[in-house]
């Protein structure tokens, strides 16, 4: 991370971060440490889990969990709150793309029902179980990541810019419903930031995306983490239900 302008906003935080073996979430879980706060790395892949943890420090946990298994997403946050006494930041990166570079009549609907499944439904119980626990408090920072996709719909993506819209519609309900707690619900709608996601994906899909952005360039990963801490911070106390858009100019509004 280049960023030096670093300080202590998170001393004595601790934060969860879905998808964090990779990619945003590393990213970010990164920037959170780096600025005092104790991370708790939440990732289906183990592996990658174990090393990411490693490569951050002392002040990083790896807990191995499915976003889309309640069982597990509900006694993992029941865990750590019980071990810290508190969760105050809850961002939920974990995701995939699903099909891509298809028509809706091309696209097979298993892989439409998937990235529902754990895009939009794995949102909501991240969403859900941060809550149950950050209500102890009635403090919290929760942030789903969403995608440009969910604002405008990218062609050839009708499952991935379905479940981010429905992330959108998500935060904008969730938020209203604590607005009165200390907790606030966001989400944040990147455009094109070269990830494993991305590598993975149909070269003239990334093409369609990337020339989109009036900034011709993609996003990187500390403008996301840079944005992201911002959110999740005490400093953003007037803001929920809102998508923040971090697209170099597609979206302006
Ligand atoms: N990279 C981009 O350009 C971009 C743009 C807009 C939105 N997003 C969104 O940001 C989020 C992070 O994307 P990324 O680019 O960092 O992807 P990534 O593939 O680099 O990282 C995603 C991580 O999520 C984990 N994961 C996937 N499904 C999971 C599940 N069911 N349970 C637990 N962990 C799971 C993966 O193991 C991986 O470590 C995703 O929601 C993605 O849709 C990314």
């Given at each position: 991370?280049?960023t030096?302008?670093?300080?202590?906003r998170f001393?004595?935080?601790?934060a969860?971060?879905?998808?964090?073996?990779?990619?945003?979430?590393?990213?970010?879980a990164?920037?959170l440490?780096?600025?005092?706060?104790?991370?708790?790395?939440?990732?289906?892949d183990?592996?990658?889990?174990?090393?990411?943890?490693?490569?951050?420090?002392?002040?990083?946990?790896?807990?191995?969990?499915?976003?889309?298994?309640e069982?597990?997403?509900q006694s993992?946050?029941?865990?750590i709150?019980?071990?810290e006494?508190?969760?105050?930041?809850?961002v939920?990166?974990?995701?995939?793309?699903g099909?891509?570079n298809r028509?809706?009549?091309?696209?097979?609907?298993?892989?439409?029902e998937?990235?529902?499944?754990v895009n939009l439904?794995?949102?909501?119980?991240?969403?859900?179980?941060?809550?149950?626990?950050?209500q102890?408090?009635?403090y919290?920072?929760?942030?789903?990541?969403?995608?440009?996709?969910?604002?405008e719909g990218?062609?050839?993506?009708?499952?991935?810019?379905?479940a981010?819209?429905?992330?959108?519609g998500l935060?904008?309900?969730a938020?209203k419903?604590?607005?009165?707690?200390?907790?606030?619900?966001?989400?944040?709608?990147?455009a094109?930031?070269?990830?494993?996601l991305?590598?993975?994906?149909e070269?003239?899909q990334?093409?369609?995306?990337?020339?989109?952005?009036?900034?011709?360039?993609?996003?990187?990963?500390?403008?996301?983490?840079?944005?992201?801490?911002?959110?999740?911070?005490p400093?953003?106390?007037f803001?929920?239900?809102?998508?923040f858009?971090?697209?170099?100019?597609?979206?302006?509004?």
């Amino acid at each position: 991370m280049k960023t030096q302008l670093w300080n202590n906003r998170f001393s004595d935080q601790v934060a969860v971060i879905t998808g964090g073996a990779d990619g945003l979430g590393f990213a970010i879980a990164g920037r959170l440490i780096g600025e005092g706060a104790t991370v708790w790395l939440l990732d289906r892949d183990e592996a990658r889990l174990k090393a990411a943890a490693n490569k951050l420090g002392s002040k990083a946990h790896a807990l191995a969990a499915d976003i889309v298994n309640e069982a597990q997403i509900q006694s993992g946050f029941e865990g750590i709150y019980a071990g810290e006494n508190r969760i105050d930041i809850v961002v939920n990166c974990a995701g995939i793309v699903g099909p891509n570079n298809r028509k809706i009549t091309e696209t097979p609907t298993d892989g439409y029902e998937q990235v529902l499944r754990v895009n939009l439904f794995g949102s909501f119980l991240v969403c859900k179980h941060a809550l149950v626990q950050m209500q102890k408090r009635n403090y919290g920072r929760v942030l789903l990541i969403a995608s440009i996709a969910g604002k405008e719909g990218n062609a050839g993506m009708c499952g991935y810019s379905s479940a981010k819209a429905g992330v959108i519609g998500l935060v904008k309900s969730a938020g209203k419903e604590f607005a009165e707690t200390g907790i606030t619900i966001n989400a944040l709608a990147p455009a094109v930031v070269r990830t494993a996601l991305v590598e993975g994906m149909e070269p003239a899909q990334v093409k369609y995306m990337t020339d989109k952005i009036p900034m011709k360039r993609c996003g990187t990963l500390e403008e996301v983490a840079s944005l992201a801490t911002w959110i999740v911070s005490p400093e953003a106390s007037f803001n929920t239900g809102f998508t923040f858009d971090l697209t170099g100019g597609r979206a302006v509004y």
